[in-house]
């Protein structure tokens, strides 16, 4: 394979591959191929270097999706602990009541308890797909394909 510096005469294609990966991040590859290389060969270069960008990628993902895990748990925890405040203001109106029995909760009680059970299982929901995401995402890492593929062309 020539570059241009090699020989002006041989003309060459530029393959030029620019990703972004958030963050203020991004990756460029360039190169040069002969112009009489045939489109398997071109299309083998840009699969290797679409797996790289996808690897590079994923890795930058996993770190803003771990700090996202971290945070979702926080207010996760803090949501659990707000249905237990919860909790204790109803138990406390019901023993404070005077009446025999159980009293049943009021509308607004209800709502509550239910409106903040609702966003524990919500978020519950959005941290084991968040999971799943960093999981899927680590597999790219370590086999360099966005497929999960182990023996992709990026590793030939």
């Known amino acids: ?9 041989v003309p060459v294609i ?4 620019q990703v972004g990966l958030g963050e203020q991040r ?14 398997k060969f071109i299309c083998a270069l ?11 990628k994923a ?4 770190e803003l999706m771990e700090k996202q895990f971290e945070q979702e748990t926080h207010l ?3 949501m659990r602990d707000n249905l237990v405040l919860i909790d204790n203001h109803i138990e406390t109106r019901r023993t404070t009541n005077g009446k025999k029995g159980i009293n049943p909760l009021t509308s607004q009680e209800a709502k509550t308890r239910s409106d903040v059970e609702t966003q524990i299982k919500d978020r519950t929901d959005r941290l ?4 799943n995401d960093i999981e899927a995402k680590q ?5 360099g394909d966005i497929d999960g593929n182990v023996n992709s062309p990026a590793n030939s």
């Open 1 to 9: 394979m020539t570059t241009p510096n090699d020989n002006k005469d």
């Open 14 to 17: 530029r393959v030029a591959l």
């Open 26 to 39: 991004a990756l460029t590859f360039e190169t040069y191929v002969g112009s009489t290389s045939d489109a």
């Open 46 to 56: 840009l699969d290797k270097l679409n797996f790289c960008a996808d690897r590079s």
């Open 59 to 62: 890795k930058y993902d996993v």
């Open 76 to 78: 996760l925890n803090a």
């Open 128 to 131: 084991k797909k968040l999971r």
């Open 139 to 143: 597999l790219v890492i370590k086999t």
